[in-house]
């Protein structure tokens, strides 16, 4: 992802432990090469576990990097809600608003 879509805390976060960082970069790539999922589906799965932890920064992340990969604003959505029976009705409705924040701005609607 591009340096200058990262948020500001991060990128500082980034710069201060700088090594942790490049560790955690190569952990992602590591991770994703050991077996057969495409982007997309990485994504999508990555995004699911973002919105069980409710973790805002990392649904807007994952949907960022799903979008990237591929990846259709009704699969995302559908992604967050087939969580519903798993993580419950108020913490996919929040992950709702959190993709909200990424598909809106891409469809010009923020």
Known sequence: MK??????????????????????????????????????TSQ???????????SEGSVHSHTRRAIKAGAKPEEIYHTIILLTSTIGFPTVAAALSWVDDVVGKKQGKS
């Open 44 to 54: 999508l799965i990555q995004l699911a576990a973002a919105a069980a932890i409710r």
């Open 3 to 40: 340096k200058q879509k990262l948020p500001k805390h991060y990128l500082a976060k980034e710069k201060k432990f700088k090594e942790f960082f490049d560790a955690l970069e190569n952990l992602g790539k590591v991770t994703k090469k050991q077996g057969p999922l495409e982007e997309k």
